[in-house]
């Protein structure tokens, strides 16, 4: 998995206590991270869904492709956008949308416009394949969470207002 225990705990929590209806992970790879976060559907109370999306199905555990919502497609393309879009807008709030295939900036900037007021997009390796520059566009539409954790963790994370 690609996640520090940082990241993981912070995510879970987070899940924990908004009562998170959505987590969206783009680019699962084996599936560490969606083991973890789909698991979270048997124990919440209260409606919540993973997605995970993946354009290389050869990499991904049999048993997450067994158990967690999945979508096999370039997260690039429309109509996985749209599935996508799809997914979060017929479920509850907040949804978190976690960019982390290997083009963050480009994943910021498409899914980005998908966020209803109060849902969060975050994206992995801040400060290495994601920059300040890529994510300046952001505080036009979103507030920025700077929590310690979350930088410690290399995510940046964005609230839409
Ligand atoms: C850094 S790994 C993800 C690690 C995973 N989030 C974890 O924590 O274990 C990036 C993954 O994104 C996938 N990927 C790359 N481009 C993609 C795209 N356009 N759409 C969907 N997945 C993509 C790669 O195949 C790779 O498995």
Redesign the pocket.
């Known amino acids: 998995?690609?996640?520090s225990y940082l990241a993981l705990g912070y995510f879970l929590d987070l899940i924990g206590r908004l009562k998170v209806a959505t987590f969206v992970?783009?680019?699962?790879?084996?599936?560490?991270?969606?083991a973890i976060m789909s698991n979270c559907e048997r124990f919440a109370d209260w409606d919540y869904s993973y997605l995970g999306?993946?354009?290389?199905p050869g990499?991904i555990h049999l048993k997450v492709k067994k158990h967690a919502h999945l979508i096999i497609?370039?997260?690039?393309d429309k109509e996985?956008v749209n599935a996508i879009k799809g997914f979060v807008h017929t479920r509850g709030s907040p949804a978190v949308i976690?960019c982390?295939?290997?083009?963050k900036r480009k994943e910021v900037i498409i899914y980005e416009p998908i966020l209803r007021s109060g849902d969060f997009i975050y994206a992995?390796d801040y400060g290495t394949e994601i920059l300040d520059e890529d994510i300046a566009f952001l505080y036009e539409t979103c507030d920025r969470l700077d929590l310690t954790d979350l930088i410690e963790a290399k995510v940046v994370g964005f609230r839409k207002r």
């Open positions: 998995m690609a996640q992970e783009l680019g699962i790879h084996v599936g560490g991270m969606a999306v993946e354009i290389n990499l497609g370039d997260c690039f996985v976690y982390d295939n290997g083009e992995h």
